[in-house]
């Protein structure tokens, strides 16, 4: 046991100090810290059905934690789940021949970003999805390769998909990848196929009968239409009369964040009778996207790269607006509770139902003032994120047309480890902007894969104990 801390010694500190900087935020800001969404998210795990924007993995998940009567728990948790995820990073890379310095760098930005430590401190669904889509990766690069893996991983994946649907994709690359570890057979991949197929045609199944619409969400319409907005232009699209109603006058560059479209009075499609995604006003801003697209392909590109670019500053400048933008800042005062409907009616449930006691926040100093004097300083930037996304295709570049002889003078074998977490964290951060927008808090669960991938170009993977049919 002496031997087992003193070679991970490094790491250990590391996460010492992540677990010192979650317990000083959850003294400092009592019991977690809200978002819009997560009254939506505590009704729906008071009284279970489908959710139209969202599907209800989260609520699940809030629904197992209900009986105790605490968001102060369920805040723990998602703080435990962040340091797992910095575990599985530091702990795969090392079992697969990461260098022990670049494995403990790999699991930083996990450990101890402020951010994703604010992250996980509000009641939002994406440190549990972070959690899931790593478990998920981390299992799939390891030795095991049998039936039981294969389903672990398909459920891992559905169960992310059924906490942000942007996890969807990911079922197909990890297809692919089970596909390419066992040279061709593809039993394992359709094993993996079928345990997440099965979880996400329930809920599909239990969505159809609470709401008579196909899918898990009923909103893809709506949020596309949404993403349109920022470069559509009827005037080359030229829709017909019943689309006609979802043009904004207005130039691209002068109208407001996609998000406004689907949430501001003054949209179009709100402006529209009956709730926003109801069945036919999701279908009509679902035809008007499409549209939009084949209409204006490269200026639909140019928008999903423009959005996309938004991950990478030097800085975090304001967007969508300030509002949004300062949910994701440990606040001074304590925050307004909530003005609009639903979110009203989800926090007076969540007080009187989940809570049983008062749920606003309360911030208690010096634990407070301390946390946001470390988020002034320790985030990881924008810029670093591209940095590291670019570190494994550029390395494997270099070592296909140049290769590192090692020290003996042989030259070091191949590997194609970091391509499952590389392309797992490149969807992650695309797929909001492509099919919705961009925000802050999309970017943080791509980060673990992404630090994983650029961990390996480090070092090698050990070829001990993995079977001859399998590639790593």
Known sequence: MVGWAREHRWFLGVLSLGVVLRAVTMLGYRPALWFPDSYTYVVTALRPRPDLVRPAGYSMFLRLLEPFHSFALVALVQHLLGLLIGVLV????????????????????????????????????????????????????????GWRTACGIGLLVAAATLTRTVGLPLVAIFACWLIYRMRGRVLMAGVMLAAAALPILGYGAWFYATTGRVGIVGANGVFLYAKTMTFADCAVMRPPADLAVLCDPRPPERRPPAQEYVWSPDSPLVRLPGITFSEANDALAGRFASLAIQRQPLAYLSSVLSELARSFPLNRPVYPDQEVYDYYEFPATPPAPPGRYPATVGAEWAERHYQRGPIATRIVEPYAGWIRAYQDIVWLPGAAVLVILLIPPAAAGIRRFRPVAARAGRVRPDSTAWVLPWTTAVVLLVMPPAVAEFDYRYVLPAVPAACLAAAFMAGKPSFHNIPRNVRI
């Open 90 to 145: 530091y702990f795969t890379a090392r079992r697969l021949g990461v260098p022990g310095w670049a494995a403990v760098l790999a699991s930083v930005p996990s450990l101890l970003d402020a951010y994703q430590i604010e992250l996980e401190h509000l009641l939002v669904s994406d440190t549990l999805f972070a959690a899931l889509v790593m478990s998920a990766v981390c299992l799939a690069l390891s030795r095991a390769t």
